[in-house]
Nanobody
Protein backbone atom coordinates (compact mmCIF):
# COMPACT_ATOMS: atom_id res chain seq x y z
CA UNK A 1 0.00 0.00 0.00
CA UNK A 2 0.94 3.63 -0.32
CA UNK A 3 0.37 6.41 2.20
CA UNK A 4 -0.99 9.69 0.87
CA UNK A 5 -1.02 13.22 2.31
CA UNK A 6 -2.78 16.10 0.57
CA UNK A 7 -2.01 19.81 0.82
CA UNK A 8 -2.74 23.05 -0.96
CA UNK A 9 -6.39 23.60 -0.20
CA UNK A 10 -7.77 26.93 0.93
CA UNK A 11 -10.27 29.71 0.39
CA UNK A 12 -10.41 31.28 -3.05
CA UNK A 13 -12.82 33.54 -4.91
CA UNK A 14 -14.84 32.26 -7.84
CA UNK A 15 -12.74 32.33 -10.97
CA UNK A 16 -9.55 31.79 -9.03
CA UNK A 17 -7.06 28.95 -9.04
CA UNK A 18 -5.47 26.51 -6.62
CA UNK A 19 -2.93 23.74 -6.91
CA UNK A 20 -3.46 20.69 -4.77
CA UNK A 21 -0.56 18.38 -4.01
CA UNK A 22 -0.49 14.83 -2.76
CA UNK A 23 2.70 13.33 -1.36
CA UNK A 24 3.04 9.58 -1.37
CA UNK A 25 5.29 7.25 0.54
CA UNK A 26 6.33 3.86 -0.70
CA UNK A 27 8.76 2.54 -3.26
CA UNK A 28 6.07 1.31 -5.62
CA UNK A 29 4.47 4.70 -6.34
CA UNK A 30 4.86 4.35 -10.10
CA UNK A 31 2.88 1.11 -10.09
CA UNK A 32 -0.31 2.92 -9.03
CA UNK A 33 -2.84 4.95 -10.90
CA UNK A 34 -3.62 8.07 -8.86
CA UNK A 35 -6.96 9.76 -8.60
CA UNK A 36 -8.64 12.75 -7.03
CA UNK A 37 -12.10 12.60 -5.54
CA UNK A 38 -14.13 15.21 -3.69
CA UNK A 39 -16.83 15.12 -1.08
CA UNK A 40 -19.33 17.59 0.29
CA UNK A 41 -20.92 16.85 3.70
CA UNK A 42 -24.12 14.91 3.24
CA UNK A 43 -23.26 13.86 -0.31
CA UNK A 44 -21.46 10.92 -1.82
CA UNK A 45 -17.81 11.21 -2.69
CA UNK A 46 -17.44 11.90 -6.40
CA UNK A 47 -14.75 11.22 -8.96
CA UNK A 48 -12.76 14.21 -10.19
CA UNK A 49 -9.75 12.95 -12.16
CA UNK A 50 -7.37 10.03 -12.56
CA UNK A 51 -3.93 9.60 -14.09
CA UNK A 52 -2.24 6.41 -15.24
CA UNK A 53 0.85 4.90 -13.63
CA UNK A 54 3.32 6.75 -15.86
CA UNK A 55 1.14 9.77 -16.58
CA UNK A 56 0.39 8.97 -20.20
CA UNK A 57 -3.37 8.85 -19.78
CA UNK A 58 -5.83 11.00 -17.85
CA UNK A 59 -9.59 11.05 -17.34
CA UNK A 60 -11.82 13.77 -15.90
CA UNK A 61 -15.33 14.20 -14.63
CA UNK A 62 -17.42 16.20 -17.07
CA UNK A 63 -17.97 18.86 -14.40
CA UNK A 64 -14.24 19.71 -14.26
CA UNK A 65 -13.05 18.93 -17.78
CA UNK A 66 -11.19 21.87 -19.24
CA UNK A 67 -10.78 23.53 -15.84
CA UNK A 68 -8.80 21.00 -13.79
CA UNK A 69 -5.55 19.26 -14.73
CA UNK A 70 -4.08 16.19 -13.04
CA UNK A 71 -0.37 15.46 -13.24
CA UNK A 72 2.24 13.40 -11.45
CA UNK A 73 5.97 13.34 -10.82
CA UNK A 74 7.10 9.79 -10.14
CA UNK A 75 10.61 10.92 -9.26
CA UNK A 76 9.18 12.93 -6.37
CA UNK A 77 6.30 10.59 -5.49
CA UNK A 78 3.86 13.44 -6.04
CA UNK A 79 0.52 13.89 -7.75
CA UNK A 80 -1.06 17.28 -8.40
CA UNK A 81 -4.42 18.73 -9.27
CA UNK A 82 -4.43 22.19 -10.81
CA UNK A 83 -7.81 23.84 -10.31
CA UNK A 84 -8.68 26.86 -12.45
CA UNK A 85 -11.84 28.85 -13.15
CA UNK A 86 -13.14 27.70 -9.80
CA UNK A 87 -16.84 27.82 -9.05
CA UNK A 88 -18.67 27.78 -5.69
CA UNK A 89 -19.91 24.28 -6.53
CA UNK A 90 -16.30 23.07 -6.51
CA UNK A 91 -16.28 23.58 -2.75
CA UNK A 92 -15.48 20.22 -1.14
CA UNK A 93 -12.87 18.18 0.64
CA UNK A 94 -10.51 16.84 -2.01
CA UNK A 95 -8.91 13.43 -1.50
CA UNK A 96 -6.18 11.74 -3.46
CA UNK A 97 -6.24 7.98 -3.78
CA UNK A 98 -4.24 5.12 -5.30
CA UNK A 99 -5.46 2.18 -7.35
CA UNK A 100 -3.77 -0.71 -9.18
CA UNK A 101 -5.26 0.50 -12.46
CA UNK A 102 -7.11 3.50 -13.91
CA UNK A 103 -10.66 3.72 -12.69
CA UNK A 104 -13.40 6.23 -11.96
CA UNK A 105 -14.85 4.03 -9.21
CA UNK A 106 -13.81 4.81 -5.66
CA UNK A 107 -14.19 1.14 -4.76
CA UNK A 108 -11.10 0.37 -6.88
CA UNK A 109 -8.94 2.73 -4.82
CA UNK A 110 -7.42 1.06 -1.78
CA UNK A 111 -5.32 3.89 -0.34
CA UNK A 112 -6.71 7.29 0.57
CA UNK A 113 -5.41 10.53 2.00
CA UNK A 114 -7.19 12.50 4.70
CA UNK A 115 -8.20 15.26 2.33
CA UNK A 116 -7.73 19.00 1.94
CA UNK A 117 -10.55 21.55 2.07
CA UNK A 118 -11.23 23.75 -0.94
CA UNK A 119 -13.71 26.58 -0.43
CA UNK A 120 -14.77 28.79 -3.32
CA UNK A 121 -16.60 31.99 -2.44
CA UNK A 122 -18.98 33.70 -4.84
Amino acid sequence: QVQLVESGGGLVQAGGSLRLSCAASGRTFSSYALGWFRQVPGKEREFVAVISEWGGSTRYADSVKGRFTISRDNAKNMVYLQLTSLKPEDTAVYHCAAAPYMSRSQTDFGSWGQGTQVTVSS
